[in-house]
């Protein structure tokens, strides 16, 4: 009798799963395709930084034409400084928020960062966190940012070489400096030191907040006996970290460690999403996101 009894409870609560199921594929089918794109940067709050974002954002619109592109800061610090100039931007939460309420159905989130970091991987979290929501945008990805894969790594050197400024002797330096981070993908910027130089031995690549230091860079520019270096920013926009951390005249500043080490440094303040071949590469990212949302 009991077993009978299990059997009658189980089959009801499998009608009502079988139920509920159907009703909300049913609803999500007949709702109306509505696709979007929402690009997310680190952000910036300096003015000269924005060209930056510009050029992303032509760039997009141009190989996207009729999608909505929208844009979010995953740095609440750049956000709030901001807001007191009377700029609001949105975070990923409020604009993917936004977004859902909109009737968005179909969002690429293309992250426009450098490395696979702590502000992507808290992307990807938030993300997720939509993704489970009723009633919510149901088809919901997150491209790659610039360095991801061995192609991208490749990709990235073949840009760096070719913007290299003409006026450069080969025994003068390039220093690129990259943000950097305690996350396990600071290991990308040696790696991707390395690999430039296999094409040019006179090519490093240092961070603010991570490895290799300004200070190993100095050592490696001295044992070469070099006498000058371009000092470029490895970031999408020439911002902050670039005009006072690399290119500032404090006495901890880039170039002010090098030129007392005997190193002239010429200063190139121009972010990675200004060069067209280096915006090329998370193009093909939401690419890859946009075909796979079809």
Known sequence: MRSKKSIIILGVILSLLLAVNTYAGGHDHDRPVKKGILLVAFGSSMPEAQISFDNIDKRVKQEFKNVPVR?????????????????????????????????????????????????????????????TMPEGISHLIVGAPLLSSQKDMENAVSAIINNIPKSRKKNEAIVLMGHGTHHPSNAFYAALMFHLQQKDPNVFVG?????????????????KRIKKSYLIPFMSVAGDHARNDMAGDEDDSWKSILTKAGIKCEIVLKGTAEYQNMIDIWVDHLKVVMDQLK
Do not use: C
Not at 76 to 88: F, T, V
Not at 91 to 98: C, D, G, K, Y
Not at 208 to 221: S, Y
């Open 71 to 131: 844009w979010a800061y995953t740095s609440s610090i750049i956000r709030k400084k901001l807001a007191k100039e009377g700029k609001n931007l949105d975070s990923v939460a409020s604009a993917l928020s936004e977004m859902m309420d909109q009737g968005f159905t179909h969002v690429a989130v293309q992250s426009l960062h450098t490395i696979r970091g702590e502000e992507y991987d808290n992307l990807a979290h938030t993300v997720r966190a939509f993704k």
């Open 207 to 223: 961070t603010v907040e991570g490895t290799p230091e300004i200070d190993d860079i100095k050592a490696m520019l001295m044992k």
